[in-house]
C-alpha cells in the first residue's frame, strides 16, 4: 500500500513486537466491510477502514511513536516527552482525501457521500464531530480545510504506492460506490417521515458505519496488543440456532401442564406460532406472571433461525432482572461442556470512556449470541458520546432486540428511540419485541411522524385482555388518605400484614426510604427483614433473593419475612409474597409491584393483596419521573372510586393502565424530544432531536454570519454536542468493583495482581457480577476519601475498600463497621 512498508501503527511494548501500517489498515478494512455488509455498504466499510490511519505515515507520527517507545535517537529537546506534548493529528488525512477525491467531480449529489465517509474517519477518535456547531461554525468544513502543515495530507498521499493511490480514487469516484450510499439514504425516507425524523434517520446510518469503523479499529489494536485475547472472543461465530432450540424444547417438557402453567404455556405456544413472520416491530402484552421471558425466548430463538439473525438481546430497565434472566437463560442454553460464551451480561461500565491502549483490549462489543444488557447501554450505543457505547451499536443490526418492560423507557428519549427503532427496523433488518404488562403508548404521541405504527396484526398474543382476567391472582386497594401515613403507621401496618398473609413485600420509591423502613422494621424480633437496592451489587442482590425464596418456598413451617426494596425489584423479579405494599408512584409501578405479589397462584383460591400507601414524608425532588408518575395515578384513583364501572370494576384492567398513560403522557409531550436548556453544554434552549436531525438553531446562527446564505453541507448535525448532553438515567456513572463475600474479595484482589492480558480480560467479564454504578460525584467523594482505588495503575478499572461496603445496604459513602452501620 505504501511505497514503505515499514511505517509504525502500533508498538507492543512488552516483547517489542512492531504491527506494520499496512497490516493494520488491512485489518481494519476487513472487519469494517464484514460489520458494514449488514446494512449493504460492504465497500464503503471496507475504504473508510483502509484510509482511517493513513495519516500515521507522516514523517512527524512516525518520529513520535519511535522516540515514545525508545525505537530512535531522537534529542528530547526535538520531540518532547510526557503526556502533555500535543499527538500528532493522524486522523484528518484520510478524511481528507475522500473529501477532495470526491469533491474533484464537481456532482453535489455525491456531497452526502464525501460527508459520510469523510466524517467518520475524522472522528474515529472522538466520537462524531458536529457538523454545524450550536454557535453556527461549520465544524466539518473546519476540519476539511484544516492546514497541510498539521494534517500531511500532501506527504500521505505521495507515498501511497500508485497502484494504491489509483484504486482509492477509483472506488472514490465509481458511480457503483457512490450510488450505493446514496441509494441507502434514500431507502431511509418513509411516506410517514418529516424532514426532521429523515435527517435524524440519516445521521442514525452514518453514526452505524462510524460504529463499523470503531469497532474494527479497536478490535486489530486490542488483538495486537494482547493476542491472548484474540483467542477468547467469538468474532461472529456462535453456535447454531438450531443446537439452541434443542436445547430450549428440552426445558419445555419439564412444566407441569397444570394451574396458572396452562395459561402461561398458551403464551408460549402463541408466541411460537408468531416466529414465521417477516423482520419487523411486534408487541408482547402480557401480564405480570405470564412467562413472557421464556416466551419471548422462544419466539427469538425460532425467528432468528428462520432469518438467519446473528444475536438476540433482552434489553431491561433494571440490573436485577439482568441477574435473574441470565441465569435462567444460561441454565437452558449452556451446557458445561461449551468452550465459547452464549449468554453475555453487560451492565456496567467498568471502564472509562477515555481508553488507554490496556483498556481498549478489555473494551465489551457484544460478542455473544444472547446478550443481556440494559436500556442505558443500548441508548448509549444509538446515542452517546465518545466512542466507547458507539463502537457496538452496529451489533443491533440483524439481531432480535427484546426491549423488556419497556414502560421504564426514559421519558425524555421517546422521539429519538421511536425513530432509531423504525431505524432497526427498516433498514437494519432487525426485528424488535416491546414486551411489558404495561404498554406505553408509543404509537398514540405528537407528532405523529414520531410515533411507532403498530396493528392488530402486530400483536404477539391477540388476546391480551382475556389474560388479565386468566391471570389475576391479587385485588389491589387505594389505602392512601389525606396527610398520609406516617413512619409509626407504615410500621404498624406492615407488622399487619405480614401477621395476616406470612410475609410482606414494600416498595418504595427512593434508597433512603428503603434504608430507614429497613431499620424500623428490623426491630421486628419474630420476623427476619430484608433489604434491597441498587446499591448492592448483582450477586448480593440475587443472594439475597435466592435466600427469601427459600424461605417463600418452604412447605411447611415458614419463618414470617418483610421484604424492604426500591423498585428495583418490581420488573420482571420471580419472587411471590403474600402481600404488598407500595409507596404511591406511577401506576405502572404499581402494576408490577402487584405482580410480585401470589405470582403462581399458590394463594388460590384466595387473592394476594396489594396496598396502595402514600408516607407523609417523602422527597421526590430528584425522582422527577416517579413524582409526576404519582400525580396521574392519584387522579386515576378518584376516577376509579368515582366510577369503578369505567374500568370494569377493576384496578388492575387493561382499560386503566390506557387511561393511566393518556394522562401521563399528554402531561409529559413536551419533554419526549430530549430538551435541553441554557444551563446546558449547548448553552441556549433546543432539544436533542433537534440537534441530531435538521439542527435548524444553530443553521439559523451559520446563516446569520454567513449574509443568509445556508452551510453548503447536507448533514448539519451537532453530533458531538449532543451526545455530550446526553445521559440516561444513570449513564453518567462509573462501575466499581466491590469486596462483596469472599468471591467479591478474592476477585479484587486477582484484579490487582494479574498481569496476563487474557487472564484480566476474564476476570472483568466476572466483576460485572460485583459491581456497582454510582454518580461521578460519589465517586470523585469517595476516591478523595480513600474509599475507592485503581486496581492496578493505568487499566482504569477501580474497587471499593471493604470498610465503604456492608452486608445489609452495599456501597455506602461513609466507612461501616460493626458497631456503627445504624449510622450509614
Known amino acids: ?63 513520535r511513536i519511535k522516540h515514545s517507545n525508545g525505537l530512535t535517537n531522537t ?35 455525491f456531497n452526502i457521500v464525501s460527508e459520510v465517509l469523510s466524517l467518520c474517519i475524522a472522528s474515529h477518535h472522538s466520537g462524531l464531530i458536529d457538523c454545524i456547531s450550536p454557535d453556527g461554525i461549520n465544524k466539518y468544513l473546519q476540519r476539511m480545510d484544516k492546514e497541510e502543515k498539521k494534517t500531511h495530507i500532501s506527504e500521505v498521499n505521495e507515498k501511497l504506492t500508485d497502484k494504491a493511490r489509483e484504486k482509492i480514487i477509483t472506488s472514490l469516484q465509481s458511480e457503483e460506490f457512490l450510488r450505493n450510499l446514496i441509494n441507502r439514504f434514500k431507502e431511509l425516507k418513509t411516506a410517514s417521515d418529516s424532514k426532521q425524523t429523515f435527517s435524524f434517520k440519516r445521521g442514525l446510518l452514518a453514526r452505524f458505519l462510524f460504529s463499523c469503523l470503531i469497532d474494527a479499529d479497536r478490535l486489530d489494536t486490542a488483538d495486537f496488543e494482547a493476542p491472548e485475547t484474540a483467542k477468547l472472543r467469538n468474532h461472529g461465530n456462535y453456535k447454531n440456532w438450531s443446537v439452541l432450540i434443542d436445547r430450549f424444547n428440552r426445558k419445555l417438557t419439564d412444566f407441569k401442564q397444570e394451574g396458572i402453567n396452562v395459561v402461561r404455556n398458551k403464551i408460549s405456544q402463541s408466541c411460537y406460532e408468531f416466529f414465521d413472520r417477516p423482520n419487523g416491530l411486534y408487541q408482547l402484552t402480557v401480564p405480570t406472571g405470564g412467562g413472557k421471558t421464556l416466551a419471548s425466548l422462544r419466539f427469538a430463538l425460532h425467528h432468528a433461525e428462520k432469518h438467519k439473525m446473528d444475536r438476540i438481546f433482552y434489553v431491561l430497565p433494571f440490573t436485577t432482572i439482568i441477574d435473574q434472566n441470565a441465569d435462567e437463560i444460561r441454565k437452558i442454553l449452556e451446557d458445561k461442556n461449551d468452550k465459547d460464551c452464549i449468554v453475555l451480561e453487560h451492565h456496567s461500565n467498568l471502564l472509562p470512556e477515555n481508553e488507554t491502549a490496556i483498556q481498549k483490549v478489555l473494551s465489551e462489543n457484544w460478542d455473544a449470541p444472547i446478550v443481556l444488557t440494559t436500556n442505558v447501554q443500548v441508548l448509549e ?11 457496538r451499536m452496529h451489533q443491533l443490526a440483524r439481531s432480535v432486540i427484546i426491549f423488556d418492560e419497556v414502560q421504564n ?5 421517546v422521539h429519538m428511540f421511536n425513530t432509531a427503532v423504525n431505524f432497526l427496523v427498516n433498514n437494519c433488518g432487525s426485528t424488535v419485541v416491546l414486551c411489558t404488562a404495561t404498554q406505553p403508548l408509543l404509537d398514540k404521541i405528537e407528532p405523529k411522524q414520531r410515533a411507532l405504527t403498530i396493528t392488530a396484526e402486530q400483536q404477539m398474543v391477540p388476546y391480551a385482555r382475556e389474560l388479565f382476567n386468566d391471570l389475576k391472582r391479587v385485588e389491589v386497594y387505594d389505602t392512601t388518605k389525606t396527610g398520609g401515613w406516617s413512619s409509626d403507621e407504615i410500621k404498624e401496618l406492615v407488622n399487619t400484614q405480614v401477621i395476616n398473609t406470612g410475609n410482606v413485600l414494600v416498595v418504595v420509591n427512593t434508597k433512603k426510604s428503603a434504608r430507614e423502613l429497613y431499620l424500623q422494621c428490623k426491630q421486628f424480633k419474630d420476623f427476619e427483614t430484608f433489604h434491597l437496592s441498587t446499591n448492592m451489587c448483582p450477586a448480593h442482590r440475587m443472594e439475597t433473593l435466592n435466600k427469601m425464596k427459600s424461605i417463600l418456598d418452604e412447605k411447611t413451617v415458614k419463618k414470617p419475612i418483610i421484604c424492604i426494596s426500591t423498585q428495583l425489584i418490581e420488573a420482571g423479579v420471580d419472587i411471590s409474597f403474600g402481600s404488598v405494599i407500595r409507596f404511591l408512584a406511577g401506576f405502572d409501578s404499581i402494576v408490577q ?39 396521574k395515578t392519584e387522579r386515576l384513583l378518584r376516577e376509579f372510586k ?24 399528554y402531561e409529559r409531550k413536551g419533554e419526549m424530544n430530549y430538551p435541553v436548556n441554557q444551563r446546558s453544554s449547548i448553552g441556549r434552549d433546543d432539544d436533542l432531536f433537534n440537534l441530531l436531525s435538521v439542527n435548524n438553531l444553530s443553521v439559523d446562527e451559520f446563516k446569520r454570519t454567513h449574509k443568509e446564505q445556508a452551510p453548503e453541507i447536507p448533514l448539519r448535525q451537532a453530533f458531538m454536542s449532543a451526545a455530550k448532553s446526553f445521559d440516561v438515567i444513570d449513564s453518567n456513572t462509573r462501575g466499581i468493583v466491590v469486596p462483596y463475600g469472599q468471591a467479591g474479595k478474592e476477585l479484587i484482589s486477582n484484579l490487582c495482581s494479574e498481569t496476563k492480558i487474557d487472564e484480566l480480560y476474564k476476570l472483568l467479564k466476572g466483576a460485572q457480577r460485583y459491581s456497582v454504578n454510582v454518580f461521578s460525584n460519589i465517586f470523585e467523594k469517595l476516591q478523595k476519601q480513600g474509599g475507592i482505588l485503581e486496581a492496578q495503575k493505568g487499566t482504569g478499572i477501580y474497587h471499593l475498600d471493604e470498610r465503604y461496603y456492608s452486608d445489609e445496604f452495599g456501597l455506602t459513602e461513609n466507612p461501616v463497621t460493626d458497631m456503627d452501620f445504624l449510622n450509614v
Do not use: W
Open 1 to 63: 500500500m505504501f511505497k514503505n512498508n515499514e511505517y509504525i501503527a502500533h508498538y507492543r511494548r512488552n516483547d517489542g513486537t512492531i504491527q506494520y501500517l499496512t497490516t493494520h489498515l488491512m485489518e481494519v478494512c476487513k472487519r469494517a466491510g464484514e460489520f458494514a455488509e449488514k446494512v449493504r455498504l460492504k465497500e464503503q466499510g471496507e475504504l473508510i477502514g483502509l484510509l482511517h490511519d493513513i495519516g500515521k505515515s507522516s514523517e512527524e507520527f512516525q518520529e
Open 75 to 109: 534529542d528530547e529537546d526535538y520531540y518532547g516527552s510526557g503526556s502533555g506534548i500535543k499527538k500528532p493529528d493522524h486522523s484528518t488525512a484520510g478524511a481528507q482525501l475522500i473529501y477532495q477525491t470526491i469533491s474533484n467531480i464537481k456532482n453535489n449529489e
Open 381 to 391: 450505543a444509538l446515542f452517546g458520546s465518545g466512542t466507547r457505547g458507539a463502537r
Open 409 to 413: 423507557l426514559p421519558i425524555k428519549c
Open 593 to 631: 409491584a402487584a405482580g410480585r405479589c401470589n405470582r403462581h397462584n399458590e394463594m388460590c383460591p384466595s387473592l394476594g393483596e396489594v396496598l396502595i400507601i402514600n408516607p407523609e414524608k417523602e422527597n421526590l425532588d430528584k425522582v422527577h419521573d416517579i413524582k409526576i408518575g404519582k400525580e
Open 642 to 665: 368515582e366510577n369503578p364501572k369505567n374500568f370494569e370494576n377493576d384496578l388492575l384492567s387493561h382499560k386503566a393502565v390506557e387511561q393511566y398513560y393518556k394522562y401521563y403522557f
